[in-house]
């Protein structure tokens, strides 16, 4: 499975981006998401998940109520909606998907495979 992230950009701080993933020559059917940042100098951090079976999330504490993801009709294609976007949300975003993979361990990057290129969101004035 590729990924191919997209939809980032130059947002005023509390303007609302919408990210997406795309996995290409297959679907996310059967593969669990995960959405990670990292900004300049800092490790790469979890920001959203969404796993397979079912759509069960998980959510950094920081980020409820700003953030969602989401699948999208076609199967293929999976969407972070991030609102009320501040400066220190400025990061690259990347995707990441794995097939086999337990909620506890949702968080961590060593725990996908496949990984998408990244796109730059900076959200400033």
């Known amino acids: 499975v590729q990924l191919q992230a997209s939809g980032g950009g130059l947002v005023q701080p509390g303007g609302s981006l919408r990210l997406s993933c795309v996995a290409s020559?297959?679907?996310?059917?059967?593969?669990?998401v995960g959405w990670f940042r990292q900004a300049p100098g800092k490790e790469r951090e979890f920001v959203l998940g969404?796993?397979?079976?079912?759509?069960?999330?998980t959510l950094t504490d920081s980020l409820k109520g700003r953030f969602t993801i989401s699948r999208g009709i076609t199967k293929n294609t999976v969407y972070l909606q991030m609102n009320s976007l501040k400066p220190e949300d400025t990061a690259v975003y990347y995707c990441?998907?794995?097939?086999?993979?337990?909620?506890?361990?949702?968080?961590?990057?060593?725990?996908?495979?496949?990984w998408g290129q990244g796109t730059q969101v900076t959200v400033s004035s």
């Open positions: 990441a998907t794995e097939s086999r993979i337990i909620y506890s361990m949702m968080a961590v990057p060593s725990s996908y495979e496949h």
């Open positions: 020559g297959g679907t996310f059917s059967g593969y669990s």
């Open positions: 969404i796993r397979w079976p079912g759509s069960q999330t």
